[in-house]
T-cell receptor
């Protein structure tokens, strides 16, 4: 059974702080890892993906992947109230970069002014 | 460019009725996915179409659920004899996989289904 676990939160940080979102996965064969942001009542929107060990930076967002520890994280620097949303971690199938994604239940982030 | 579109945006039906949900993927995307999201839950995979290959139906929760994709583009998810537990937001996603890269899925706005 493939599982993706996230801290459900809620995570609350002040504006300008770093928000750290964590995700672990059970399938060691997973190859691609995605972070989606979902505002209340809206559909998920892709923030970034990562598939190599290490860090990947895109603006204020940094994804970190450690396949040995089966751990992926998302750091949001200089957090803004507009970052308040639920963040979904998703991983793909064993041995393939195609096909269904397995989603965590999401971490709710609140950034207060 | 246009994103994934879904219709209707909201559907209220009575228990036992059949419903059809439509998804129009991003033009040129070869893969199409259906997920559903119940209140407070994560996304649950339903079915996946990739080009002309047989669909991956492993996530369909019962034989009341079916989906088709005509002409490699538009897809319809059909739920027969709806039950109250079918109430959820049904999300469609599409992707255009390129060799060597991850399969990045882009989601439509969803259809909120309420079964009374």
């Amino acid at each position: 059974q493939k599982e993706v676990e996230q801290n459900s939160g809620p995570l609350s940080v002040p504006e300008g702080a770093i928000a750290s979102l964590n995700c672990t996965y059970s399938d060691r064969g997973s190859q691609s890892f995605f972070w989606y942001r979902q505002y209340s009542g809206k559909s998920p929107e892709l923030i970034m993906f990562i598939y190599s060990n290490g860090d990947k930076e895109d603006g204020r967002f940094t994804a970190q992947l450690n396949k040995a520890s089966q751990y992926v994280s998302l750091l949001i620097r200089d957090s803004q109230p507009s970052d308040s949303a639920t963040y979904l971690c998703a991983v793909n199938n064993r041995g393939s970069t195609l096909g269904r994604l397995y989603f965590g239940r999401g971490t709710q982030l609140t950034v207060w002014p | 460019g246009a994103g994934v579109s879904q219709s209707p945006s909201n559907k209220v039906t009575e228990k036992g009725k059949d419903v059809e949900l439509r998804c129009d993927p991003i033009s040129g995307h070869t893969a199409l996915y259906w997920y559903r999201q119940s209140l407070g839950q994560g996304l649950e995979f339903l079915i996946y179409f990739q080009g002309n290959s047989a669909p991956d139906k492993s996530g369909l929760p019962s034989d009341r659920f079916s989906a088709e994709r005509t002409g490699g583009s538009v897809s319809t998810l059909t739920i027969q004899r709806t039950q109250q537990e079918d109430s959820a937001v049904y999300l469609c996603a599409s992707s255009s996989w390129t060799s060597g890269g991850p399969d990045t899925q882009y989601f439509g706005p969803g259809t909120r289904l309420t079964v009374l």
